[in-house]
C-alpha cells in the first residue's frame, strides 16, 4: 500500500492543552481521505504539521515518502495546500496572486502562463481574474485558495475546510472541483466538520475527535464495523398478527416490533437476509408492499465513536 501521508504518534501540544494526540495517520495515494472531526477536534493543527508550519512535539510524519519536521522545503514541493478560510491580500488581482505564487515556487514565465488560465477556468474563475481580490466574494476567494494549491502540479492536496463559508451552490461547486482534481490522479486529504460533506466526496475518512483518532478506513467499512442491529422496516398490504410472532422465530432476527401494517425487523447480521424475511412474511400469509433497510447515518456513526470515546476516559 503506497502511502501519501502517514504519521506515527503524531503529537502536537498549546502549553498545557494536548491538540493532537498520539496519532495514527495513513493516506493511500489516489485516495480522497476525509479528516472529520468537530471544532477544535485538531484537524487544522495535524493539517499545518503535515505541510511543515507547525513542528511536532512527538511522533513521526511522512509525507510523498519524506520525513516531515518543521519546515522542509523540499517536502513542500508536491505539496498543494489550501489554509483554513484562506484571505488574500485584497489589493491584487486574481492572476497577479497566482503569478506572485507561481514565481515563488520557480516556475518559470511560460509555466505561468500556460498554467494559470487552465487552472482560472477549472476553479470557475475565467472571466474574473483581473479583478482585485478584494472585490472577490467568499466563495470565490476560496476557488482562487484551491487554485493557488493546484499551482505546483501537486501529487497530493491538503485542503482545510474546502467548503467553509460557501453557500449550498458554492459548496456543491467545491465538492466536484474536489473529485476532479482527484481524477487526474492525485490523493487529496481534507478536512471537514460536516458529515455529509465528507459522505459524497470521500472514499476513505479517518474521524478525530480531541486530538484522538476514533476509527480511520474507507467510508464502507466505517459503515459495516458499526456495532448495533441494521433494522429492516417492512410494510405490509393489511396488518396480520402471526407475521411478528414468526419472524421473531428466526436466528438473525432480534426484535420485532408492529405499528398496524409497519413491521421494524432488528436484526442481529449485516448480510442481506430480505429474501429469508420475505419468504417467512409470505408462508405467514402476509402481502409485502416495501422493504427497506433503515440505513445507519455517519452522523450516527459518529455520534456513537464519540459517546464511546467519552464512556471510555
Ligand atoms: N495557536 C493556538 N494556540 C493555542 N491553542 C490552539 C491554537 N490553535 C488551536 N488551538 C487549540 O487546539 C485545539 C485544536 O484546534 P484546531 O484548530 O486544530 O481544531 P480543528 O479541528 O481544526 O477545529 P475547527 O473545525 O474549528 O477548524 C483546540 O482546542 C484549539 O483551541
Ligand atoms: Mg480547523
Not at 92 to 109: F, Q, S
Not at 160 to 182: Q, T, W
Amino acid at each position: 500500500m503506497a502511502l501519501a501521508i502517514e504519521t506515527i504518534g503524531l503529537t502536537k501540544r498549546y502549553g498545557s492543552l494536548v491538540a493532537v494526540n498520539k496519532l495514527n495517520l495513513q493516506v493511500e495515494k489516489n485516495t480522497i481521505h476525509g479528516f472529520l472531526g468537530p471544532n477544535g477536534a485538531g484537524k487544522t493543527t495535524t493539517i499545518k504539521v503535515l505541510v511543515g508550519l507547525l513542528r511536532p512535539d512527538g511522533g513521526t510524519v511522512r509525507v510523498l515518502g519524506r520525513e516531515v519536521y518543521g519546515d522542509v522545503p523540499e517536502s513542500r514541493l508536491k505539496v498543494g495546500y489550501m489554509p483554513e478560510l484562506p484571505r488574500f491580500p485584497k489589493h491584487l488581482k486574481g492572476w497577479e496572486l497566482l503569478d506572485l505564487y507561481g514565481r515563488m515556487y520557480g516556475m518559470t514565465e511560460q509555466q505561468r502562463r500556460e498554467q494559470i488560465p487552465k487552472l482560472l477556468e477549472m476553479v470557475g474563475l475565467k472571466g474574473r481574474e483581473k479583478d482585485f481580490i478584494g472585490k472577490y466574494s467568499k466563495g470565490m476567494q476560496q476557488r482562487l485558495g484551491i487554485a493557488q494549491a493546484l499551482l505546483n502540479d501537486p501529487e497530493l492536496v491538503i485542503l482545510d475546510e474546502p467548503s467553509l463559508g460557501l453557500d449550498p451552490v458554492g459548496m456543491v461547486e467545491v465538492r466536484e472541483l474536489v473529485k476532479n482534481i482527484a481524477k487526474e490522479g492525485r490523493t487529496v486529504f481534507l478536512s471537514s466538520h460536516l458529515l455529509f460533506e465528507v459522505e459524497q466526496v470521500c472514499t476513505h475518512i479517518t474521524i478525530i475527535h480531541k486530538g484522538v483518532a476514533l476509527a480511520s478506513d474507507t467510508l464502507q467499512n466505517i459503515y459495516s464495523r458499526i456495532s448495533g442491529a441494521a433494522t429492516l422496516v417492512v410494510e405490509l398490504a393489511k396488518p396480520i398478527d402471526s407475521v411478528a410472532d414468526v419472524l421473531r422465530k428466526l436466528p438473525f432476527v432480534s426484535g420485532v416490533e408492529q405499528g398496524g401494517r409497519m413491521l421494524v425487523i432488528e436484526l442481529k447480521t449485516h448480510d442481506d437476509v430480505r429474501p429469508q424475511i420475505s419468504q417467512e412474511i409470505t408462508r405467514a400469509g402476509g402481502v409485502i408492499v416495501s422493504m427497506s433497510f433503515k440505513g445507519r447515518t455517519l452522523e450516527e456513526v459518529f455520534m456513537q465513536l464519540i459517546t464511546e470515546f467519552g464512556g471510555q476516559k
